[in-house]
């Protein structure tokens, strides 16, 4: 697609997104398998359910567009995903294992944020309030996953600490 507008542009980060919030339905799983905390295990269950609702958000918005939302590769999301696996094929202390679990799944939710805030403010430049609603809402269901990863790192990196 030719970047001719903001409009192009617009569609064309939403496609990124599509294509990161697909990634993370396959990733997600695989990361609450590999946890060792009950807690962890649970937020990485319970982001599954959000991701799979912030994908069915990003279809609404296509159908209001003259787009479809595939098509695309996040390359930036792909990458993020295979950091995070060499987390899942480590072996070692398992605090540390979730430590770095923790940090991977932060990465993500940062790169998340950082999407979902261009795309809104392009939303809300474009008059497309019922999509900045949409993008709004689930950038609000980032940051909480963060901060819920960020409440769960404070005991699990304590924990990895006492055991180095």
């Known amino acids: 697609m030719k970047l001719e507008n903001l409009t192009k ?11 990161a919030e697909t990634q993370l339905v396959e990733a997600l799983p695989k ?17 599954l359910a959000e ?3 912030h994908r069915q958000r990003l279809e ?6 003259d787009y479809a939302p595939g098509g695309q590769k996040c390359k ?6 295979k950091e995070g ?9 398992p605090e ?10 932060q990465r993500v939710e940062h790169y998340e944020i950082a999407g979902y805030g261009t795309v809104h403010q392009y939303a809300v430049l474009l008059n497309d309030t019922a999509a900045a609603g949409l993008l709004q809402a689930t950038l609000d269901e980032e940051y909480a996953a963060d901060k819920k990863l960020t409440k769960l790192s404070e005991s699990i990196n304590v924990q990895a600490m006492q055991t180095s």
Do not use: N, P, R, W
Request: net charge negative.
């Open 9 to 19: 542009l617009y569609v064309e980060q939403l496609k990124d997104l599509y294509s």
């Open 31 to 47: 990361m609450a398998k590999a946890a060792h905390s009950l807690q962890l295990q649970q937020a990485f269950e319970q982001h």
């Open 96 to 105: 540390t294992i979730d430590a770095g679990l923790i940090a991977a799944a």
């Open 51 to 53: 991701t799979k609702t």
């Open 85 to 93: 696996e060499e987390h899942i094929k480590q072996e070692g202390d």
């Open 60 to 65: 609404q918005i296509f159908e209001g567009l």
């Open 76 to 81: 930036g999301m792909e990458g993020l995903i």
